[in-house]
């Protein structure tokens, strides 16, 4: 009998899609920025990189989710149970990735233009990545116990 399958890895995958593209999005501005900043004769900052890698920690989250699914070693019979609860948990944290994202590129256009609020962009990236910590501690807490 075969069980512990999990989700089959999509609150993983979907968290990792949802990083590699929120990343993705703040590394092109960041570059865009940098390229102003040399391009006057100025030192790029190299703050900018706080907001390119904010997205990549919706992967761990999604990877610490999957990992307890599968440790939970549900029967067979939970399967769709399993893939709904991934598909779920994986969405949300990959959209949390993608939109953290992109208010990082924004971040780094104000950044890059007037050199403040450094501060003020970091809790708000902050606020979008207590999303997906949120949604893997409460469907943590929902996954049964055998």
């Known amino acids: ?14 968290a990792a899609v949802g990083s590699a593209l929120g990343s993705g999005v703040a590394a092109m501005a960041a570059i865009g920025v940098m390229k102003r900043k040399l391009a006057a004769g ?23 989710f999957n990992t307890n699914l599968v440790k939970a070693n549900l029967p067979p019979e939970s399967y ?11 969405l949300a944290m990959g959209m949390s990735a993608f939109l953290q994202g992109r208010a990082g ?5 104000a950044l890059g233009e007037t050199g403040k ?5 970091i ?11 949120l949604v893997m501690i409460l469907l943590m807490l929902k996954i049964p116990q055998i």
Not at 1 to 14: E, H, K, P, R, T
Request: net charge negative.
């Open 1 to 14: 009998m075969v069980s512990g399958m999990g989700d089959m890895g999509m609150s993983l995958s979907l």
């Open 42 to 64: 100025e030192k790029a900052p190299f703050t900018l990189f706080i907001f390119v890698g904010a997205p990549l920690s919706q992967l761990f989250y999604g990877m610490i």
């Open 80 to 90: 769709m149970f399993q893939i709904v609860m991934g598909l779920g948990a994986g």
């Open 105 to 109: 590129a924004r971040a780094c256009d």
């Open 117 to 121: 609020g450094l501060g003020g962009y």
């Open 123 to 133: 809790m708000a990236i902050g606020v979008i990545e207590s999303v997906a910590l």
